[in-house]
């Protein structure tokens, strides 16, 4: 097979087994999208993180010979999968390669919301020793409440199984999935009860699924991690309920305003909003990195590897 990354690969090992099974692979991880689209028609797979969007143009663009796009990461948001479908290209991604460290991620979040860690961190380097005012909350007396309880819900209810805490699940689209790190809840049962709140739904009909309205439905005021998807929070409402202590803090390392060109955006002419988190010190912010670690690359390039040849061998 003839097979094109449009994205760098972040660690060598999926080119190499490629090259060493006889499959072709060329790299045009720097150039832009008008410059790729004539190309493609030539190859049977494209390999990508999420440098382009994999639309009906692009795949258009590629043609009959397409037969597979492997996403080097989890989200599919910006990948047309029915479209996809209805051509016959197969849609691979590798969310066993990033589930470890997303995980140690949104645990490492709480941990710095409980504790003021960041905050204490700012204060300390300015010279300041503030004690009583960044008293920590422990983990182990509270209530997790995960949504999503797929790769990443799951991975996090391990990751915490140590800390002692209560953790509860709860996943609109799956049947019978409590287990020994999580108790299956309802939506209601998980807004009655939770006092942490993490995120790991996909993006598909989950836009603006943190609204006010559902916040509203809380009966404590409750801590908020997303490692999803910043499209998933209604920013300014979720300011509005951080304002009226609704939200005791909140750890985004995604964020509403992030786009594919996040970086080429001045933050500072960004909405009030986003403005409101800069400042906040009841907010934990990372820039989208709660799937990068040396060894997700890996278990990304290998996953990819192991999906393309199960697939077309
Ligand atoms: N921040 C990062 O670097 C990073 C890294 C990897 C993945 N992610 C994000 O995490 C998301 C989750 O990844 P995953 O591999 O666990 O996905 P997944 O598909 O395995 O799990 C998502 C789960 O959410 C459930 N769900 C969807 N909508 C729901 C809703 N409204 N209410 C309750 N449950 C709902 C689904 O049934 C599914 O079980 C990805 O789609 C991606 O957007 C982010
Ligand atoms: O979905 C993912 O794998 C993460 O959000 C990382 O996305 P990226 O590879 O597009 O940075």
Known sequence: MKIIFLDKAAHPFLQEALEAAG???DIY?????????????EYDGIVLRSRFNVDRELLDAAGPRLRFVARWGVGTDHIDLEYARELGVT??????GSKHTVAEHTVGMMLMLLNHLGRADREVRAGKWVRSQNTGTELQYLTVG???YGNMGQMTARRLSGFGCRVIAHDKFRQNYGDQYATQASLEELQAEADVVSLH???EGNHNYVNREWIDRFA????????????VVNTA???????QHRILGAALDVNEYEEQSFVKLNPDELPGPYQYLR????????PHIAGWSYEAEEGHARTLYRKITEAFV
């Open 146 to 148: 995960l949504i999503g």
């Open 23 to 25: 499959h072709s692979v």
């Open 91 to 96: 849609v691979f991604n590798s969310p066993e």
């Open 237 to 243: 409402e979720l300011v509005g309920a951080m304002e």
């Open 29 to 41: 991880s720097s150039c832009a999208r008008a410059q790729v689209l004539p190309l493609l028609a």
């Open 279 to 286: 400042r906040s010190d009841r907010t934990v912010l990372t």
């Open 220 to 231: 404590k005021p409750f801590y908020l991690i997303n490692t999803a998807r910043g499209q």
């Open 201 to 203: 739904i996909f993006l």
